[in-house]
């Protein structure tokens, strides 16, 4: 146990630093910086710019840079922000935290609903349940989720049922804790519903394929003819099984719902990661785009690792075979 | 045999837009960034055959506009009879014919938006059709760009194994774990934004394209892998063939299968792409329409609330994504 979880956790940590080696690399290579806005800007002499350039070290070498930045991502301040002149550290963490509520609600609702649906059409797979679900899914499929976002917020804004934009009303620091939760939660069902139901198309075919595969196995025609209720046979001999494949899923779908969820905050006014990253772009602030990258990247693999370690404790031949 | 009808009518469909959009130049009325600041937010001309009197008219006709708030009021004492084959602004045919003469039209001063207008009065329809083939070839460019870069390293991976392989997997792993928007913007906003629209669209291009060849890649390795344990491959090499031959000839071929079917879903992932890069404001830039772009003042909620033209573009956008998924579905599952 110990050494399995050593090695995916040590393998996590490698390529975390692959990714911000990467990723320094790329942006810092790349032509635009942030004094480019500056330059044309009549106002700001040559010499203030670089003094300014000088003051953040930004004259230094690449390898310099990565190494200064690095560090002081160790320090826990992930580099200074060019437009702020602050830490990155306390721009990005706040968001980061809103848009793992975000991301994370949306995951277990998407996987509360797409898990007895998958198994309820796996069932009846040739009959009128396989064909609605099929249909339902192969539909939301092709519905891109800019179109999802945007129609679902036409609806919240023409009903007015529910509030659209930012997390909270305005007045939200004066509401007793009682209000406080109805206002996030009123605030958090269209952006969740709308993560959730792009994430369920995908979902439902792989939780119906798996299941689908292990029902045409041998076991569960033996166990089907020992005359075990059908619903133990599902439950207790099938989903265990196809619950394999599906477990490693969970840990690959966060890259995709990450960027999902970015288009959706950026649409919906979440103050999530994805806004800050948006503006620090245009903005061209250097050291908040590295670390909003390195740190959607380091929740991906992180969600990799939950993911192995659950597998590990799921499938008993990976706890026999790999070391 | 139901598949294969969906599969019809999705290949058909598919076709149908694609010639439309091509020849998108001679079906919508103006050009692309003509703007007509007096008719900001028109909803779509309605036409008539049926005259103030009673009068029937066989040529369909349209009223001209007057604005009094807070709509638009149909001026009826003059009638527009809609024209076909008309000569209007310039443009290429499938990008590269000029031509002046455009599928239908109405004498000026009026103005015919069968789909409404925009925030600057321009005609959605004479947008969507140009913004179809920036979207729609982002895509199909992309697709084709991450498939070649993707099969390179498949199958230098796969074929060749040990360090090379060792080298590509690894990489693959760093562009898998990296969501792919967040790298999509980050490196498209460190290029330089101020280039004409020719090159900023090449640049949303390449990059979508560079940043999405991990997956195929793993895919094709996999195939190779297998495919160069096979018996007939051993024997060609023990009769001496080169590496060259054996790929050519052996290899290649078995990978077509999933180049195909990757293709299929690449093209819709990567318009998707281009439509989210513009949508944010980071893809082609104005005036130069993409879908994307077009449904980027769908943000406002005022635009959103009152304006359900401006999600004109959505509809063609649902229609061509079903039409490759189904063709992948089809490509993916054996037929009978």
């Given at each position: 146990m110990g050494s399995y979880v050593l090695n995916r956790a040590l393998h996590g940590v490698l390529l975390a630093f692959a990714v911000s080696v990467f990723t320094f690399a790329l942006l810092e290579l790349a032509p635009g910086t942030y004094f480019d806005d500056l330059k044309a800007n009549p106002n700001i002499s040559p010499e203030t710019i670089t003094l300014l350039k000088a003051r953040y070290g930004l004259e230094q070498s690449l390898p310099l840079r990565y190494e200064r930045w690095l560090k002081s991502a160790v320090r826990g301040d992930f580099g200074l922000s060019l437009a702020y002149n602050t830490p990155v550290a306390p721009l990005l963490l706040p968001r980061a935290k809103n848009t793992v509520v975000l991301t994370g609600l949306a995951t277990l609702l998407a996987w509360m609903i797409a898990i007895p649906l998958g198994i309820w059409s796996s069932v009846g797979r040739s009959s009128w349940r396989g064909h609605m679900v099929e249909t339902a899914t192969s539909g939301l499929l092709v519905i891109p989720e800019m179109i999802l976002a945007l129609a679902c917020l036409w609806i919240a804004v023409r009903t007015h049922a529910l509030p659209v934009g930012g997390?909270?009303?305005?007045?939200?620091?004066?509401?007793n804790w009682w209000a406080k939760i109805k206002d996030l939660t009123s605030h958090l069902v269209v952006p969740v519903a709308v993560l959730a139901i792009g994430m369920l198309p995908v979902l439902m075919r792989h939780v119906r394929s798996s299941m689908a595969e292990v029902l045409s196995s041998q076991f569960i025609h033996a166990a089907r003819a020992h005359g075990i209720p059908s619903r133990w046979v599902l439950m207790l001999y099938a989903l265990p099984v196809a619950a394999n494949p599906l477990i490693s899923l969970l840990g690959f779908s966060l890259a995709g719902l990450l960027s999902a969820s970015m288009l959706v905050e950026v649409v919906m006014g979440w103050p999530g990661i994805g806004p800050l990253l948006l503006e620090a772009i245009l903005a061209r602030d250097v050291y908040v785009v590295i670390s909003a990258v390195m740190l959607s990247s380091v929740l991906v693999i992180f969600a990799n690792l939950v993911a192995d370690l659950l597998l590990y404790a799921a499938d008993p031949r990976i706890r026999g075979g790999v070391s | 045999m139901k598949k294969l009808n969906q599969f019809r009518v999705a290949v058909y469909s598919l076709i149908a837009v694609h010639l439309v959009i091509l020849l998108g130049g001679f079906i919508a009325p103006y050009d692309y960034a003509i703007q007509n600041r007096k008719y900001p937010f028109v909803a779509p001309t309605r036409i008539h055959v049926i005259d103030g009197l009673g009068h029937f008219h066989i040529r369909p006709f349209i009223y001209g506009l007057r604005y009094r708030s807070p709509e638009y009021i149909e001026e009826d004492e003059q009638m527009y009879p809609i024209r076909f084959l008309i000569r209007g602004s310039a443009y290429k045919l499938a990008g590269f014919l000029p031509a002046r003469i455009h599928l239908f039209g109405v004498d000026e001063p009026a103005r015919i938006f069968l789909l409404g207008t925009d925030e600057y009065g321009r005609d959605q329809l004479s947008r969507l059709l140009p913004g179809g083939q920036i979207s729609l070839l982002a895509g199909l460019i992309a697709a084709a760009l991450s498939i070649g870069i993707g099969l390179l390293f498949g199958i230098v991976a796969g074929y060749y194994g040990r360090l090379s392989d060792e080298i590509v997997m690894r990489l693959a792993e760093v562009f898998m774990v990296l969501p792919w928007l967040y790298l999509l913007l980050a490196v498209k906003g460190f290029l330089p934004l101020n280039v004409g629209p020719a090159k900023s669209f090449l640049l949303v291009i390449s990059v979508i394209g560079l940043v999405g060849w991990a997956r195929p890649a793993r895919l094709i390795r996999g195939i190779v892998l297998t495919a160069k344990e096979r018996n007939y491959v051993i024997a060609a090499r023990g009769f001496g063939a080169s590496d060259i031959y054996i790929l050519r000839r052996h290899i290649l071929p078995q990978t077509m299968a999933v180049v195909l079917t990757q293709a299929t879903l690449l093209v819709t992932t990567y318009s998707l792409s281009e439509m989210t890069l513009s949508f944010l404001g980071l893809g082609v830039s104005e005036p130069v329409p993409s879908w994307g772009n077009m449904l980027a003042?769908?943000?406002?909620y005022h635009v959103l609330t009152s304006y359900?033209?401006?999600?004109?573009?959505a509809f063609p956008a649902i229609l061509v994504f079903w039409g490759y998924y189904t063709v992948a579905n089809t490509l993916q599952e054996p037929t009978p």
């Open positions: 997390m909270t009303s305005t007045r939200f620091a004066e509401f | 003042s769908l943000q406002q359900w033209w401006m999600f004109a573009p």
